[in-house]
C-alpha cells in the first residue's frame, strides 16, 4: 500500500521529498525489528532516541522530528494510528463457515443469516445468535441466553443460563459468563447455598480476555457497561455494576454488589471489597485495596489513599528500619542521661 493511502486512512502528514507519496509500505513494526517496507512509530518523546539506526521507510510522529533521515507521518496520536495500520495489514475477516454439522443446535434456538459455529459447540433451547457472530469449537450457550450481532466467541467459552450478551462482543478462550456468585448463608453449623437466579448483561462492544469469570446476580443482573475491556484472569462477583468504557487489567478481584462507575481503570491485581462505591474517571493503581467507597481520583496501596499521599507513605516506608535504629540509640542515650541524674 503507498504511503499516500496510509496517510488518508490515518488523516497523517507526509513529512518528506515529494516522491514520499508513492513509496510502498509492506508491514507494521516496532522500532527495533522494523525493516526496509515497513512504518512504525514514537507514542513519546523518549523514544525519539531509539530511531537513529531504524530501518523503517517511514516512522509516525506527533510532532515532526529533526535532523531525522526516515520519512514522517505525523499524526495526532501515533499510537491509534498504529493500531489502525495493524488492523488493516494483519486483522482479516472471520470467514462465515454457516452451522457445522458437528455442532449441536437446538433446533428451538433461533440463529441468524451469516453466524458460524465451529464443530463441538452446543447451542441450547431457547438460545440466540446475531446476525455475523463467530461461535468457536467447544463453546457452550445455555438456555435462552442471547448473544448479538458481530460478537466472536473464542474456543471453550461458557455462557450460562439467561445471559445477555451485546452486539460486536468479544470473550477470550476459557472463559465463564452467569457462573452462580458466592452466596451462602451460615445457618445451624454449615454454610447453606443462597440460589444464585439472576442474570448476566454484556454490552455492546466489551472486550472480555481469557479465564474471565463473571458471577450471575444473586437476584436481577451483574451489568458490564459498553465499551469496557477485562484483562485476562479477572473475577467479578454477584451483582456487581460496571460503567461505560472502563479498564480492568488482569487479575483484579471484584466483590460482590460493588458499583464502578464509566471511564474508571483498575489496574493489575486490585482487590474491590463487596458493596463498595467507585466513582467515574478514577485511577487505581496496581495491588490496591479498596475497602469501601471512593470518590474521583487516584489511588494507590492497600488500603488506598491518595496517590499523592502513598507516595510519600512508600517513601518513608523505605526509612524504617534506619529511623527504628536511630530511635533506639536515642532511647539509649535517654536512658544514659537518666541515670546520670
Known amino acids: ?25 509492506t508491514g507494521v513494526s516496532g522500532i527495533n525489528e522494523a525493516k526496509k517496507g515497513d512504518i512504525t512509530f514514537v507514542s513519546s518523546k523518549k523514544f525519539i532516541k531509539d530511531l537513529p539506526g531504524c530501518k523503517a521507510s517511514c516512522v509516525i510522529v506527533k510532532e515532526p522530528v529533526s535532523d531525522l533521515d526516515i520519512i514522517q507521518l505525523k ?9 489502525k495500520l495493524l488492523e488493516y495489514f494483519y486483522i482479516k ?37 446475531g446476525t455475523g457472530t463467530v461461535i468457536y469449537p467447544h463453546v457452550f450457550i445455555g438456555e435462552n441466553t442471547i448473544v448479538g450481532e458481530r ?7 461458557t455462557l450460562r443460563e439467561g445471559i445477555k450478551v451485546g452486539n460486536r462482543v468479544i470473550i477470550h478462550s476459557g472463559s465463564v459468563i452467569g457462573s452462580d456468585g458466592f452466596g451462602y448463608v451460615f445457618e445451624k453449623g454449615r454454610h447453606y447455598k443462597i440460589p444464585q437466579v ?11 480476555g481469557s479465564n474471565v469469570s463473571i458471577d450471575r446476580a444473586t437476584t436481577g443482573n451483574t451489568i458490564i457497561g459498553s465499551g ?3 484483562d485476562n484472569l479477572v473475577q467479578i462477583g454477584h451483582n456487581v455494576k460496571i460503567g461505560k468504557n472502563s479498564i480492568i487489567i488482569a487479575q483484579v478481584a471484584i466483590g460482590g454488589s460493588t458499583e464502578i462507575g464509566n471511564y474508571v481503570t483498575l489496574a493489575g491485581q486490585v482487590g ?36 499523592r499521599e502513598w507516595l510519600k507513605a512508600s517513601a518513608l516506608f523505605a526509612k524504617l528500619p534506619e529511623l527504628y535504629k536511630k530511635i533506639r540509640e536515642l532511647e539509649e542515650k535517654i536512658k544514659k542521661l537518666k541515670g546520670g541524674n
Not at 454439522?101 to 464443530?119: C, E, G, N, R
Not at 460478537?151 to 467459552?157: E, G, H, T
Open 272 to 307: 474491590v471489597a463487596d458493596h463498595a462505591k467507585i466513582a467515574s474517571e478514577t485511577m487505581i493503581g496496581a495491588q490496591s485495596g479498596i475497602m469501601g467507597n471512593v470518590s474521583k481520583g487516584v489511588y494507590s496501596g492497600s488500603p488506598a489513599m491518595p496517590h
Open 198 to 208: 439472576g442474570g448476566v448483561i454484556v454490552e455492546d462492544d466489551v472486550e472480555i
Open 151 to 157: 460478537c466472536i466467541i473464542y474456543p471453550n467459552v
Open 1 to 25: 500500500m503507498k504511503l499516500k493511502e496510509l496517510a488518508s486512512l490515518t488523516d497523517g502528514e507526509i513529512i518528506g521529498p515529494p516522491q514520499s507519496d508513492d513509496i510502498e509500505i
Open 75 to 83: 499524526v495526532s496520536n501515533p499510537y491509534f494510528a498504529f493500531a
Open 228 to 230: 469496557t475491556k477485562i
Open 93 to 129: 475477516p472471520h470467514k462465515c463457515i454457516g452451522i457445522s454439522k458437528d455442532a449441536f443446535v437446538s433446533d428451538k434456538s433461533k440463529i441468524a443469516t451469516d453466524v458460524s459455529i465451529f464443530p463441538f459447540s452446543y447451542i441450547s433451547e431457547g438460545a440466540s445468535v
